[in-house]
Structures are given as structure tokens and as C-alpha cells.
């Protein structure tokens, strides 16, 4: 017997270990944990009558949760992405006359965005909340009432406003989000697409904007994720979400721990759907590009 | 040395004096050695305890009663601020001594935690806007199904409201004080709570809300401790030599209107 074959055989026995052990190291256990505990719990709700009575009420906030939450993200992107068109391209100074008058416009435009980012941006939400529903909803709505005579009944501390307070918000933070996307696109290609004859309306529209979308779309997701969790915050305004749901039942049961752990799984079983959306579209969109 | 008269005088009278005093108190009253209490409070509920607008200070009936309590039993209250809606279950897991807050002692809750005596009755009320004119009456609001109540989650007041008019025409805040904002903004039509309370939010609010109809439900308040504490006979003495001796009286008088004073 030579020696090299035996050396081969060594080593292929050490690479079917090693592959045998690849398995261990690369299997998503916290998938196995989180699975496990999700199913002892629905299996726990299922036979409690507690528990599944705790798991009704709260499901009943599943539809105002989901529906605070995107309608509010879905805001917040119109929001963001205007306001990180504007803040993308600082205004410069204009050669001629009429350059100076769309200049000015566009002067007065970014200074306004840069402010409401400032401000949004360096709020708490349960702030911002508090003050649209108690201070700017009612004040609105009484001078538009007072000055036109018309009878509008939105309510302050109502899901309308919960949605106008979290997309001002999230519109600010998502707005520096589109900046960063949009200024991510180099210089180059607009001036390739200016000189092959496209406008700014056309460059912004085939350009730059599919690139700086799929550049943005993980923390795009991240905040749409953030934003179902944010939406917790509207239960101050007595709205029934989930958590508002949770916070009634448990000062009334006492039972904290059962009503909290519903509300728990029910957070979760959103958020990790969410993702899995979220990491569908990226996968999708990389498929795309190639 | 000579002797002085009036030195003695003086001395025995002193000694009389301290005599009636300890006398009484170890007779009749029990004596916590000067032990430290911690008194769950939630500063947001008038006129029990909030912060007081002009001096920034907490003030309120739970301070002036619990504070007599103590001089009485021998005890150093140390007021620590929470949430109402966790404040009964931090109570029942034993993390505060006693909780004041104007508690409604209820079947339900005797259950988690002990109360002391009831220190005075109070009843459920409705507080509207001032300038309310759709209803006058509790059986017109409850009749007309568009008009809502505000009230405070984890409330007595808050099932209260669900027996009368169901969940659906209530939303529930995290204070009092959210609850009588909704109001003035037009947000809930009414808010059901107790008639302490809301004579202390009359007050606060001048002119802006108003209590209709008679009691829609009467119960009695008391502090609440954990389960077994002993805490419980020590202030249910000092609150009954209070009643006695007229004090309770004094301080219901000033912070609650004469008409809802009447302790029991």
C-alpha cells in the first residue's frame, strides 16, 4: 500500500465530517426556536380558555394596527420621497434672470423641507401624537369649521390622527432615506441620459430612481417593520390597537403576563411576516437586475 | 437654691401634657416605630394627588391624609409616582406599601389586594361640556347612540360606562386628564367619573365643563395594600380616630366641595 492513497482517504473522510458539520453551523436555529415557541403558544391559546379568550380581544386590534400602520408608512413614502427629491438637489446659483425667479422657488422649497426634516426629525412620536391629536387636529378643524361654516367632525384623538402624526414623522425620516438613495446615483449617468436627449422628468423617472429604490429597499423595509411597532404609541390616544387592547384587559384581569405575551406573539407574527415580505421583494428585485 | 413655684408649675404641665399625648396615642393607636412607607401615587388624578399648577409641588387629599395617617401611627410616607393601570398589580406583587388614588374597593379587586376601611363614599357622575345641548339627562345620553364617553382605562368608571352604553361608544385614556381634554376638543361627549374627581376637574376647568344627572352608581374608596399586610389595622385605627376626632372631616372639607364630604 502506498501512502499518498491513504493520505486521500484521510482527507475525504475529514471533508464528509466537514460537510456533515457545515450543516450544524449553517441551519437557522432561531428559525427551530421561534417556531417552537410560536406553536407552544398557539398551542397554549388553543386549550386556555384565558389565553384564547385574551387572544380574541386582542385580535380584534389586529385591523387597526395594520391599517395605522400602512396607511401611515404609505404617507410617509409620498412624503419622503418628495421631500428627498428636494433636499437631493441643493438649489445653485442661476446665470440668467428667469433662472433666478425658478431659483428663488426652488430656495424657498428646500429651505422648507430642510426645516419640517429638522423638526420631524427631532421629535419623539408620542410628542408629535399628543400634539396633532390634542392641539393641531381640534385647532384646524374648528378655524376650517369657523371660516367656512361646514360641519367636519374628524376627531383629535381618533386613528386619523394617530396616521397624520406617525407619516409626518416616518415622511421625515424616510425623506433623508430617498436622499441618500437618489444622491447615491452617480453624476455620470444623468449627464449620459441628459446627453442622450432625455429630460429631468425622464432621468429621474428610468435612471435614477430604479437604482436608488433598489439601493434603499433594505432600510425602506426596516422602517416599514419599525412602523408596525411604532403604531403602538397610538393606544395614548385610547385608540384600539393592539397594545391598547392589551393595556384595557390587563388593568382590569390583572393577568399581565397572559395578556402580554398575546400581545407579544401577535407583534411578532406580524413583524417577522413583514419581513419575509420585505426580503421576498429584495430577492425579486436582484433577480430583475441581472 | 430656692424653690420656684411656677418652674414647677411650668414642668408639670409639660409632663401632663406629653403624658395625654403619648398616653392617648399608645392606648388607642398602633406605632410602626417610624417605619418608612412607600406610597404608590399617581400624580394625575384630581384632587387625590396632581402636581399643583401654581407651586409645582404635588399636593392633594391622598398627601394630607396619608401624611395625618402617619403622624398618628408613627410612620414616614415616600410618595412614589406610577401609572394607574399598572399600579394595582404592582400593589398585589407587593412592590409599593399602599397605593392611594382614590381606589373604588370592588369585589374583583379584594381579591389581589387588601383595602383599608372605605374613607368616603363617593358616586359615578357624568361631566360634559359646558355648553352641551343635545341631552340633559343621563337616560337622553344614554338613549341617543351617536354621543360617546371618554373615560380612564382600568377604572371602575370604565365599567361602569360598559354596562351603560357598551364598548363601542367608549375610549378609554391612560389618565383622567387625556379623558377631560378629549372632551373639551369635542372628541367624547361626556366623561364618567367619580364625583370627587370630577369636582376637582369643575374646578380646574372652569367654565369649560359640568356635571349633569344624579348618581349613577355609588361605592366607597380606600388605599389598597398587598395581600396580608399589616399595614391594614394601622390605618384603618388612624383612619377611624380621624373620623372620630373630626380631622377626616377638616380634610375632605378642603379638598372636596361641602356636598360630597360626607364620609362615612
Same mark, same amino acid.
Given at each position: 500500500?502506498?501512502?499518498?492513497?491513504?493520505?486521500?482517504?484521510?482527507?475525504?473522510?475529514?471533508?464528509?465530517?466537514?460537510?456533515?458539520?457545515?450543516?450544524?453551523?449553517?441551519?437557522?436555529?432561531?428559525?427551530?426556536?421561534?417556531?417552537?415557541?410560536?406553536?407552544?403558544?398557539?398551542?397554549?391559546?388553543?386549550?386556555?380558555?384565558?389565553?384564547?379568550?385574551?387572544?380574541? +380581544?386582542?385580535? *380584534?386590534?389586529?385591523? @387597526?394596527?395594520?391599517?395605522?400602520?400602512? /396607511?401611515?408608512?404609505? =404617507?410617509? $413614502?409620498?412624503?419622503?420621497?418628495?421631500?428627498?427629491?428636494?433636499?437631493?438637489?441643493?438649489?445653485?446659483?442661476?446665470?440668467?434672470?428667469?433662472?433666478?425667479?425658478?431659483?428663488?422657488?426652488?430656495?424657498?422649497?428646500?429651505?422648507?423641507?430642510?426645516?419640517?426634516?429638522?423638526?420631524?426629525?427631532?421629535?419623539?412620536?408620542?410628542?408629535?401624537?399628543?400634539?396633532?391629536?390634542?392641539?393641531?387636529?381640534?385647532?384646524?378643524?374648528?378655524?376650517?369649521?369657523?371660516?367656512?361654516?361646514?360641519?367636519?367632525?374628524?376627531?383629535?384623538?381618533?386613528?386619523?390622527?394617530?396616521?397624520?402624526?406617525?407619516?409626518?414623522?416616518?415622511?421625515?425620516?424616510?425623506?433623508?432615506?430617498?436622499?441618500?438613495?437618489?444622491?447615491?446615483?452617480?453624476?455620470? +449617468?444623468?449627464? *449620459?441620459?441628459?446627453? @442622450?436627449?432625455?429630460?429631468?422628468?425622464? /432621468?429621474?423617472?428610468? =435612471?435614477? $430612481?430604479?437604482?436608488?429604490?433598489?439601493?434603499?429597499?433594505?432600510?425602506?423595509?426596516?422602517?416599514?417593520?419599525?412602523?408596525?411597532?411604532?403604531?403602538?404609541?397610538?393606544?395614548?390616544?385610547?385608540?384600539?390597537?393592539?397594545?391598547?387592547?392589551?393595556?384595557?384587559?390587563?388593568?382590569?384581569?390583572?393577568?399581565?403576563?397572559?395578556?402580554?405575551?398575546?400581545?407579544?406573539?401577535?407583534?411578532?407574527?406580524?413583524?417577522?411576516?413583514?419581513?419575509?415580505?420585505?426580503?421576498?421583494?429584495?430577492?425579486?428585485?436582484?433577480?430583475?437586475?441581472? | 437654691?430656692?424653690?420656684?413655684?411656677?418652674?414647677?408649675?411650668?414642668?408639670?404641665?409639660?409632663?401632663?401634657?406629653?403624658?395625654?399625648?403619648?398616653?392617648?396615642?399608645?392606648?388607642?393607636?398602633?406605632?410602626?416605630?417610624?417605619?418608612?412607607?412607600?406610597?404608590?401615587?399617581?400624580?394625575?388624578?384630581?384632587?387625590?394627588?396632581?402636581?399643583?399648577?401654581?407651586?409645582?409641588?404635588?399636593?392633594?387629599?391622598?398627601?394630607?391624609?396619608?401624611?395625618?395617617?402617619?403622624?398618628?401611627?408613627?410612620?414616614?410616607?415616600?410618595?412614589?409616582?406610577?401609572?394607574?393601570?399598572?399600579?394595582?398589580?404592582?400593589?398585589?406583587?407587593?412592590?409599593?406599601?399602599?397605593?392611594?388614588?382614590?381606589?373604588?374597593?370592588?369585589?374583583?379587586?379584594?381579591?389581589?389586594?387588601?383595602?383599608?376601611?372605605?374613607?368616603?363614599?363617593?358616586?359615578?357622575?357624568?361631566?360634559?361640556?359646558?355648553?352641551?345641548?343635545?341631552?340633559?339627562?343621563?337616560?337622553?345620553?344614554?338613549?341617543?347612540?351617536?354621543?360617546?364617553?371618554?373615560?380612564?382605562?382600568?377604572?371602575?368608571?370604565?365599567?361602569?360606562?360598559?354596562?351603560?352604553?357598551?364598548?363601542?361608544?367608549?375610549?378609554?385614556?391612560?389618565?383622567?386628564?387625556?379623558?377631560?381634554?378629549?372632551?373639551?376638543?369635542?372628541?367624547?361627549?361626556?366623561?364618567?367619573?367619580?364625583?370627587?374627581?370630577?369636582?376637582?376637574?369643575?374646578?380646574?376647568?372652569?367654565?369649560?365643563?359640568?356635571?349633569?344627572?344624579?348618581?349613577?352608581?355609588?361605592?366607597?374608596?380606600?388605599?389598597?395594600?398587598?395581600?396580608?399586610?399589616?399595614?391594614?389595622?394601622?390605618?384603618?385605627?388612624?383612619?377611624?380616630?380621624?373620623?372620630?376626632?373630626?380631622?377626616?372631616?377638616?380634610?375632605?372639607?378642603?379638598?372636596?366641595?361641602?356636598?360630597?364630604?360626607?364620609?362615612?
Amino acid at each position: 500500500m502506498d501512502k499518498s492513497s491513504d493520505l486521500i482517504f484521510q482527507e475525504s473522510a475529514v471533508r464528509a465530517k466537514a460537510n456533515s458539520f457545515t450543516f450544524l453551523y449553517t441551519f437557522p436555529w432561531w428559525a427551530l426556536i421561534l417556531v417552537l415557541v410560536a406553536a407552544f403558544m398557539f398551542v397554549t391559546i388553543l386549550s386556555d380558555t384565558f389565553y384564547a379568550a385574551t387572544f380574541d +380581544q386582542l385580535r *380584534a386590534g389586529v385591523a @387597526l394596527t395594520l391599517t395605522v400602520s400602512f /396607511v401611515s408608512y404609505a =404617507i410617509a $413614502l409620498v412624503i419622503g420621497l418628495s421631500i428627498g427629491l428636494i433636499r437631493a438637489y441643493p438649489p445653485k446659483p442661476a446665470a440668467t434672470l428667469r433662472g433666478h425667479v425658478t431659483g428663488a422657488l426652488r430656495v424657498a422649497l428646500y429651505n422648507l423641507a430642510t426645516l419640517y426634516v429638522s423638526i420631524m426629525r427631532g421629535l419623539p412620536i408620542l410628542v408629535v401624537l399628543l400634539i396633532v391629536a390634542f392641539v393641531v387636529v381640534p385647532a384646524v378643524r374648528d378655524a376650517i369649521n369657523t371660516t367656512f361654516g361646514t360641519d367636519i367632525r374628524i376627531r383629535g384623538t381618533s386613528p386619523e390622527s394617530a396616521i397624520i402624526a406617525l407619516a409626518l414623522t416616518y415622511g421625515a425620516f424616510l425623506s433623508e432615506t430617498f436622499r441618500a438613495g437618489i444622491q447615491s446615483v452617480e453624476r455620470g +449617468q444623468i449627464e *449620459a441620459a441628459k446627453s @442622450l436627449g432625455m429630460n429631468t422628468l425622464q /432621468v429621474m423617472r428610468h =435612471i435614477v $430612481l430604479p437604482q436608488a429604490f433598489r439601493r434603499i429597499l433594505p432600510p425602506l423595509g426596516n422602517d416599514m417593520i419599525a412602523m408596525i411597532k411604532d403604531s403602538s404609541l397610538v393606544a395614548i390616544l385610547g385608540i384600539n390597537d393592539v397594545t391598547q387592547i392589551a393595556k384595557l384587559r390587563s388593568s382590569n384581569t390583572f393577568k399581565f403576563m397572559e395578556t402580554y405575551l398575546v400581545a407579544a406573539l401577535l407583534y411578532l407574527t406580524m413583524t417577522i411576516i413583514g419581513s419575509m415580505i420585505v426580503r421576498w421583494m429584495e430577492r425579486r428585485l436582484q433577480t430583475a437586475q441581472r | 437654691m430656692t424653690f420656684k413655684p411656677r418652674a414647677l408649675l411650668v414642668v408639670v404641665t409639660i409632663v401632663a401634657l406629653l403624658l395625654t399625648v403619648f398616653g392617648v396615642s399608645a392606648q388607642d393607636l398602633p406605632d410602626l416605630g417610624g417605619q418608612t412607607i412607600t406610597v404608590a401615587v399617581e400624580n394625575a388624578y384630581i384632587p387625590f394627588n396632581f402636581i399643583d399648577e401654581t407651586t409645582g409641588e404635588a399636593a392633594g387629599w391622598d398627601y394630607d391624609a396619608i401624611g395625618e395617617i402617619c403622624v398618628r401611627v408613627n410612620c414616614v410616607p415616600e410618595y412614589i409616582q406610577t401609572s394607574w393601570d399598572t399600579m394595582l398589580v404592582a400593589i398585589s406583587n407587593g412592590e409599593f406599601d399602599v397605593a392611594a388614588d382614590g381606589i373604588t374597593i370592588t369585589e374583583e379587586r379584594d381579591q389581589s389586594v387588601d383595602f383599608s376601611m372605605g374613607y368616603i363614599a363617593v358616586e359615578q357622575i357624568l361631566l360634559i361640556r359646558i355648553e352641551e345641548d343635545r341631552f340633559d339627562s343621563i337616560d337622553a345620553f344614554v338613549a341617543d347612540s351617536t354621543l360617546r364617553i371618554g373615560t380612564q382605562l382600568g377604572t371602575t368608571n370604565y365599567n361602569t360606562a360598559v354596562g351603560l352604553i357598551g364598548e363601542g361608544r367608549l375610549q378609554s385614556y391612560d389618565t383622567f386628564g387625556f379623558a377631560i381634554e378629549a372632551l373639551v376638543a369635542g372628541d367624547v361627549d361626556a366623561v364618567i367619573i367619580d364625583s370627587t374627581s370630577g369636582q376637582g376637574y369643575v374646578g380646574a376647568n372652569a367654565g369649560r365643563v359640568k356635571i349633569i344627572g344624579g348618581s349613577i352608581q355609588s361605592d366607597y374608596l380606600g388605599f389598597a395594600f398587598p395581600e396580608g399586610s399589616e399595614l391594614v389595622a394601622a390605618f384603618d385605627a388612624a383612619l377611624q380616630s380621624m373620623i372620630d376626632d373630626g380631622t377626616l372631616e377638616q380634610i375632605n372639607a378642603e379638598w372636596f366641595p361641602p356636598a360630597e364630604a360626607a364620609a362615612e
